[in-house]
């Protein structure tokens, strides 16, 4: 199977005089099938929707060539994505699971995809097309149905021992609830910033093994005419003994205004920090944010940031929150193999969102969430995982908020194969 897509793939693409050997012995093809079943229901006197709801089938085909024979390899990655609407109509629209019509009925059925051509010199690699990027200024979310695919070029190297070196240029999105290729856009959640678009965005950075334990990471990005970015990143892993360690994840964002300031003034200084205690199969984490500067934390629009706090319903990113966590995750792997737990609560204070609201009152928000998941171990089923998902959200940001208070259910089943 593996050969043949591959195979078929080099048929598409002209090179002269070079060996297809590694192309296709060095390939990775993966096929996920995803269900996603989304239940949001609004809570408050002021919800002006009862709920976003959803039952959807995905299909993944992800194929990634190794690269021919010579000094310079050539090499080519293709996705393709398809969704199937299982149920769900425009009543309970706004679940980002599939594409909609005019009229906000969700589509029958979508398809997209990507392809992006490489070539590798000795430890370095160059991407041109579609991929989707994870680093601590540019994300490309897989957080629905199917991922978020951005377009342009990226160049990884690895040639310094313990340093790899990123950098890239993207100027076109396709979200993950369609099927076209977009311009990139700033995010206006809870009017923060105007959602305006922009021509693109560059980023730079890399990390650095300091040892196996710790790495640290320095990273730039510039969203043209929008905005400067720079953030610092450390993480370690400190393993006292077999059955202590401790993990901890710092990470500070400096963000301002650039070109034409088409957002309007940007100010913020974003930092976040976790600590995490392992003991046997236990971990406890606890975490603090702190936003500073005169407006919120930016991102791109259609995804989220790269910061550690994670949340589905909202981003604990607005002018000068400053929030907590505590987070607590238990592996049964000792009494039911495959089956793991997690439970978090998060709670956001200080928050100004005077173009929201009208005024500078301090305004607050708090989730609580908690995941069950399984990987089925043994029997045809094994490699199957089933994922269930519930968090309750409120906050005090009126009816004209992004992110509104809600109990929210998730349901996946997921199954890779690997050819």
């Known amino acids: ?213 710790t790495t640290l990471s320095l990273f730039y990005a510039n969203l043209d005419d929008i905005y400067n970015q720079y953030t610092f990143w450390i993480k370690n892993n400190y393993k006292i003994d077999e059955q202590y360690n401790v993990f901890t994840d710092f990470r500070i964002f400096r963000t301002v205004d650039a070109g034409e300031s088409l957002a309007g003034e940007v100010d913020n200084y974003h930092g976040n920090i976790a600590v995490t205690l392992g003991v046997d199969n236990h971990k406890f984490t606890a975490g603090y944010i702190y936003n500073s500067g005169k407006t919120g934390f930016p991102y791109l629009s259609g995804g989220e940031a790269n910061t550690y706090m994670d949340a589905w319903a909202t981003d604990f990113l607005n002018p000068k929150e400053k929030a907590y966590s505590i987070r607590y995750d238990y592996d049964f792997k000792k009494q039911v193999p495959g089956l793991k737990l997690m439970t978090r609560y998060t709670k956001g204070h200080d928050i ?37 998902r519930h968090e309750d959200y409120k906050n005090d940001f009126g009816p004209k908020a992004t992110f509104k208070s809600a109990k929210e259910q998730r349901v996946n089943i997921d199954y890779t194969w690997k050819f």
């Open 1 to 213: 199977m593996k050969k043949f897509i591959l195979g078929l793939m080099s048929a598409t693409i002209v090179f002269p005089s070079v060996s297809f050997a590694a192309f296709v012995e060095d390939s990775n093809v993966t096929f996920t099938a995803r269900n996603f079943y989304l239940d949001r229901n609004f809570v408050g006197d002021d919800a002006t929707q009862p709920a976003s709801k959803q039952w959807v089938q995905g299909f993944i085909l992800n194929a990634k060539s190794g690269f021919t024979e010579g000094p310079v390899g050539f090499g080519v990655d293709v996705l393709i994505g398809s969704g199937i609407n299982l149920w769900g109509d425009k009543q309970y629209y706004g679940t980002a699971l599939t594409p909609l019509k005019s009229d906000l009925e969700p589509v029958s059925t979508f398809t997209k995809g990507s392809i992006a051509g490489k070539l590798k010199f000795s430890q370095t690699e160059l991407k041109v097309g579609g991929f989707i990027p994870v680093n601590p200024v540019l994300v490309g979310s897989q957080a629905r149905l199917l991922p978020q695919i951005y377009r342009g070029v990226a160049l990884e190297s690895k040639e310094i021992q313990n340093l790899k070196l990123e950098a890239g240029y993207v100027n076109r999105v396709n979200h993950r609830d369609s099927t076209n290729y977009e311009k990139i856009k700033l995010s206006g959640a809870n009017q923060k910033y105007k959602s305006v678009e922009t021509s693109g965005l560059t980023y730079a950075g890399g990390y650095y093994d300091i040892r196996p334990e």
């Open 352 to 388: 100004e969102l005077v173009n929201l609201v009208g005024d500078d009152r301090k305004l607050t928000e708090r989730k609580f969430g908690i995941e069950l998941s399984y990987q089925i171990q043994s029997t045809f089923l094994k490699g199957v995982n089933i994922r269930l």
